[in-house]
Structure formats: C-alpha cells, structure tokens
C-alpha cells in the first residue's frame, strides 16, 4: 500500500492530486501539507513511504527539501513534480531525490511514478534524464556570434522586438536564436540562459 503525502502551497495543486488518487486501491493519501516545516512533520506523524512535492518555481530550497523529506526516518520516495530544467533533473539525481515529472506529466504517469517512489525509492526517473546526463558530459555548447549577440541583449532585459531592431532583423529571427541559445545551454528560458551563461564563463 502506498501512503502519500502532497506537499504544495497551492490549494488546488493538493486538492488535484488527492482527486487524482482517491480511485486508487493501493494508494491512500495520509496529509496535505503547504509548506517544508509542515511537510517534516507530518512525515514524522505518519508512515510515509511516499511524496509529492511540487516543484514551482525550481528551486536549490525545495530541491533541499525533498533531500531532507527522503532523509526522514522512514525514508519515503519523493517525486518532484514542477517546472526546472536539466541542471535541476540532475540536482535532484545527486540529491537521492526518487523522481522528477513536469507539471504537464499525465494522471496515469504521476500515478506510475509514486507507485515506483515508493516501491524503489533508491532509484531515480526522470522523462528528460538521458538528455540531461548527455548535456553533462558535454558541457554547454558554444554559441554562434549572433546568438552571442542575443544573449547579451536577453540579460540586459531587452525585448524580443527591441533585440530585432537593433540587430536589423525581424522578431521571428530572434525568436529563433532565442529557442537555439536555450537548447544550446539545456534550459527553458531567459533568467535560466542568463544564470547557466554567467557560471560556465560564456557570458563574462
């Protein structure tokens, strides 16, 4: 039997996903908790062996928190269900974390993946792993000049269409070099591109 505890501070992210669950012969939600200080106690009240903890925004703080709920005396398997990137995958890998799904996973893969949690929760799954431990090896790719260009534009906090003008391009083209940089950095936006940039010395 899996006993699952939500952690979100959004009332219907945990009312969802105890919607979600409550057809679900072997799956038994024991607590609803909005914040870590909540979530610890409630893991240490009841015999958890699994949890949700959604994942919005990524965060090194709830990346901690999940490492310290599968630390808990009965070590639950915990899946981080939310919106990060590749680094945050493998962050969660390294932190023994059991799971990683977007917010955007089916009902029937959430379901798969608390089942596993809790019956492996030493093993780690995440839909974007192998990309995410190819992007390691490789390290960041180097960018052309031009989406050199609209990098640094992006981190100035210029706008698509401000970026157009001053390269004489049309918005669509930076568009383009926009979805290449993210691709190239193995994020999913600006602050992130700005933030992986900076660490591995392409932007200075």
Not at 25 to 46: F, K, M, R, Y
């Amino acid at each position: 039997m899996v006993r699952l505890l939500i952690v979100s501070d959004a009332t219907l992210v945990r009312v969802g996903l105890s919607a979600a669950v409550a057809g679900e012969h072997d799956i038994t939600v024991v607590g609803c908790a909005w914040s870590g200080q909540h979530a610890l106690a409630l893991c240490a009240e009841n015999d958890v062996n699994a949890v949700v903890v959604e994942f919005r925004p990524a965060s090194e703080e709830t990346l901690a928190l999940a490492a310290h709920l599968r630390a808990t005396p009965h070590r639950p398997g915990v899946v981080l269900l939310g919106h990060g990137d590749d680094r945050h995958v493998l962050r969660a890998m390294e932190l023994g974390i059991s799971a990683y799904l977007p917010l955007n996973a089916t009902v029937e893969v959430v379901l798969a993946t608390i089942r596993r949690a809790a019956s492996a929760p030493d093993s780690f799954t995440a839909p974007d792993l192998a990309r995410a431990l190819r992007l390691r090896e490789a390290g960041p790719q180097e960018l052309s000049p031009r989406e050199d260009q609209v990098l640094r534009q992006l981190r100035e906090g210029s706008s698509l269409s401000t970026i157009a003008h001053k390269l004489l391009v049309s918005e669509s083209t930076v568009k383009t070099y926009a979805t290449r940089i993210y691709e190239k950095l193995g994020v999913r936006g600006r602050a992130q591109a700005v933030e992986v940039a900076t660490r591995s010395g392409i932007l200075h």
